[in-house]
């Protein structure tokens, strides 16, 4: 069953922007916080944005300043704004929703918690 679906990545230089998309199911959508992940080869995943039903966030330390995360709930789909793009921020990119845990908790450990995933989008970054 496919609940959380993501979009918008692709290829930009350094310095430029992104808006990946991330299509939830209304369940998942209305009882979730949502966040977005990110693994390039040979790394280990890391969080990078989280966003809870009452909109607070959370942003790793490598992105803060830089990215934005936002939910639309019209459309039951987050966002992640990525601005000043560098290298290091290529990697694929996963949705994921969870229930319950704090935001810091869920970005350092998502495994720890009963986390949805999506399938993924490719963000690579040249210099």
């Known amino acids: 069953q496919v609940q959380l679906v993501e979009s918008g990545g692709g290829s930009v230089q350094a310095g430029g922007f992104l808006r990946l998309s991330c299509a939830a199911s209304?369940?998942?959508?209305?009882?979730?916080?949502m966040g977005w992940f990110r693994q390039a080869p040979g790394k280990e995943r890391e969080g990078v944005a989280a966003?809870?039903?009452?909109?607070?966030?959370k942003y790793a330390y490598f992105v803060e300043g830089r990215f934005t995360i936002f939910r639309d709930n019209a459309a039951n789909t987050v966002f992640l704004e990525m601005n000043t793009l560098k290298p290091e921020d290529t990697a694929m990119y996963y949705c994921?929703?969870?229930?319950?845990?704090?935001?810091?908790?869920?970005?350092?450990?998502?495994?720890?918690?009963?986390?949805?995933w999506g399938q993924g989008t490719q963000v690579t970054v040249s210099s």
């Open positions: 994921a929703a969870t229930v319950g845990p704090s935001l810091d908790a869920w970005l350092q450990q998502p495994d720890a918690f009963n986390t949805y």
């Open positions: 966003i809870d039903l009452n909109a607070w966030t």
């Open positions: 209304g369940y998942i959508y209305s009882t979730c916080s």
